[in-house]
């Protein structure tokens, strides 16, 4: 069964910094690009950017919204995902989901606050 | 960027009622459009992959359709666990863009 469980949300102050973490199970977590995605209370999500498979490399690809401010990695022999925020601003303010390629499968996810 | 945008944002229904729900992008997404279900303090489901693929597990009450920038999503006979929020997802495109919402709600 294929499972994904964010973690690491929580208050953070603005200007600050903040890594989430996604636990992956029940699939070869190599042989899949993982997204990131988030979405204000009430609103639609937003993608924030993806990283790929063992295939193409492990690349990165950002959405224009947060490149520069947010890194994705991933440690693949723990099968986890993980999402590093920096210079968080009130509007990061989310739930913060991770998910697989084709957005087929999304954990629970993180909420997010940024707030003085 | 691609804009999706979503028809109708609220849409008040009776249980064996067929709706449909509208995604039209700003450009061709070549039928890379994905529809996804979401209920109040939960993950998005994916009910539709690529216009009209029936994730596994959906009721067949559930279909898309749709080609260029025109995109329908439709359920054919409302259920009482149907209602909620629907999304529109494109993946043609960088950055990946969702449409804005469709609220379902019982009339």
């Known amino acids: 069964e294929v499972k994904l469980l964010e973690s690491g949300g929580g208050l953070v102050q603005p200007g600050g910094s903040m890594r989430l973490s996604c636990a992956a199970s029940?699939?070869?977590?190599?042989?899949?690009?993982m997204n990131w995605i988030r979405q204000p209370a009430g609103k639609a999500p937003e993608w924030l950017g993806f990283?790929?498979?063992?295939?193409?490399?492990?690349?990165?690809e950002y959405n224009p919204s947060v490149k520069g401010r947010f890194t994705i990695s991933r440690d693949n022999t723990q099968n986890m995902l993980y999402l590093q925020m920096n210079t968080l601003r009130a509007e990061d303010t989310a739930t913060y989901y991770c998910?697989?390629?084709?957005?087929?499968?999304w954990g629970p996810g993180t909420m997010v606050t940024v707030s003085s | 960027d691609i804009q999706m945008t979503q028809s109708p944002s609220f849409l008040s229904a009776s249980v064996g009622d067929r709706v449909t729900i509208n995604c039209k992008a700003s450009q061709n997404i070549n039928k890379y459009l994905n529809w996804y279900q979401q209920k109040l303090g939960e993950a998005p489901k994916r009910l539709i992959y690529n216009t009209n693929n029936l994730q596994t597990g959906i009721p067949s009450r559930f279909s898309g359709s749709g080609s260029g920038t025109d995109y329908t999503l439709t359920i054919s006979s409302l259920q009482p666990e149907d209602f909620a929020t629907y999304f529109c997802l494109q993946h043609n495109s960088f950055p990946l863009t969702f449409g804005s919402g469709t609220k379902l709600e019982i009339k």
């Open positions: 029940g699939f070869t977590f190599t042989d899949f690009y």
């Open positions: 990283i790929r498979n063992k295939a193409n490399g492990y690349t990165t």
């Open positions: 998910a697989r390629r084709y957005f087929d499968f």
